[in-house]
């Protein structure tokens, strides 16, 4: 894999002394089964981009990143005792659930807004944008997985990301959905136990589905080895505040510490 080969930089064109890495992590050391990423976790841009031409009310939008989703991942890492491998830039400067090259890669238009600092971009201005954010975070993953697989010991990775209520004027049901395809495992138990809680509208490969140009992390990380995976996709209204975030990491902490016990059963 390129990002796995390619070296580290030794001078950045584009992070700068007071930018913050890319990558974010919490619990490396955890001992769960469980491996979370979060693509969309921040909404940070690296200072030499300014403000990508948009207003602060456009880059705060479910466009710049997964709302709430930061909140659910972190307690639901701890709570788990689970490693979180997460991106704090904004997915407007690069998405870090696309293959590089594909058009929503970096976006000149996210569902009505333009993006003016994503037009005429150079082929280094592209490289750039995934030497410095891209290839460290997929490297942390792909890292994270061959030390686990070293070391014997399972992974079932789990892609946490929101989605917005309303898109292009249509209003979305569900309050979660699963996103899944070749594994056959997780993404049945997850949907049994999510529709088993029976307060919820579950989403089956809803409000998406995994594709190879809409995804990376789990047909890269997690199908191409093989490994348990599923995406979640939580409705972003439900985890604005800390309380919804609260809530949801203790749910999802409880549904699928259900699901690692239920594996554990069928090894015995
Ligand atoms: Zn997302």
């Given at each position: 894999?390129d990002?796995?080969?390619?070296?580290?930089?030794?001078?950045?064109?584009?992070?700068?002394?007071?930018?913050?890495a890319?990558v974010l992590?919490?619990?490396?050391?955890?001992?769960s089964?469980?491996?979370?990423?979060?693509?969309?976790?921040?909404?940070?841009?690296?200072?030499?981009?300014?403000?990508?031409?948009?207003?602060?009310?456009?880059?705060?939008?479910?466009?710049?990143?997964d709302?709430?989703?930061?909140?659910?991942?972190?307690?639901l890492?701890k709570?788990?005792?689970?490693?979180l491998?997460?991106?704090?830039?904004?997915?407007?400067?690069?998405?870090?659930?696309?293959?590089?090259?594909?058009?929503?890669?970096?976006?000149?238009?996210?569902?009505?807004?333009?993006?003016?600092g994503?037009?005429?971009?150079?082929?280094?201005d592209r490289?750039?944008r995934?030497?410095?954010?891209?290839?460290?975070?997929?490297r942390?993953?792909?890292?994270?997985?061959?030390?686990?697989?070293?070391?014997?010991?399972p992974?079932?990775l789990?892609?946490?990301?929101?989605?917005t209520?309303?898109?292009?004027?249509a209003?979305?049901?569900?309050?979660?959905?699963?996103l899944?395809?070749?594994?056959?495992?997780?993404p049945p138990l997850?949907l049994?136990?999510?529709?088993?809680?029976?307060?919820?509208?579950?989403?089956?490969?809803?409000?998406?589905?995994?594709?190879e140009?809409?995804?990376?992390?789990i047909p890269?990380?997690?199908?191409?080895?093989?490994l348990?995976?599923?995406?979640?996709?939580?409705?972003?209204d439900?985890?604005t505040d800390?309380?919804g975030?609260?809530q949801?990491?203790?749910?999802?902490?409880?549904?699928?510490?259900g699901?690692?016990?239920t594996l554990?059963?069928?090894?015995?």
């Open positions: 894999m990002f796995a080969s390619s070296p580290a930089t030794a001078t950045s064109l584009l992070l700068g002394a007071t930018d913050v890319p992590e919490h619990n490396a050391d955890g001992r089964p469980f491996l979370f990423t979060a693509d969309h976790y921040g909404r940070l841009i690296p200072k030499p981009l300014g403000d990508l031409g948009l207003p602060e009310s456009e880059l705060m939008r479910h466009i710049g990143w709302i709430g989703i930061a909140g659910v991942a972190e307690r890492s709570r788990l005792d689970a490693h491998i997460a991106q704090r830039y904004s997915r407007l400067v690069i998405d870090c659930n696309r293959p590089p090259g594909v058009p929503s890669s970096i976006p000149l238009l996210s569902e009505a807004t333009t993006i003016p994503n037009d005429g971009l150079s082929r280094e490289e750039t995934r030497c410095e954010i891209f290839d460290p975070y997929h942390r993953i792909h890292e994270a997985i061959e030390r686990r697989q070293a070391e014997k010991r992974t079932i789990v892609a946490l990301h929101s989605f209520p309303v898109y292009a004027g209003a979305r049901p569900w309050h979660i959905g699963t899944h395809r070749l594994d056959k495992i997780l997850l049994r136990a999510l529709r088993a809680e029976g307060d919820l509208v579950v989403g089956d490969n809803e409000p998406y589905a995994v594709s140009t809409t995804d990376y992390t890269v990380h997690a199908e191409a080895r093989g348990m995976c599923c995406g979640i996709e939580i409705r972003q439900l985890i800390e309380g975030q609260q949801w990491a203790e749910r999802l902490a409880r549904i699928l510490g699901i690692e016990q554990i059963g069928r090894k015995a």
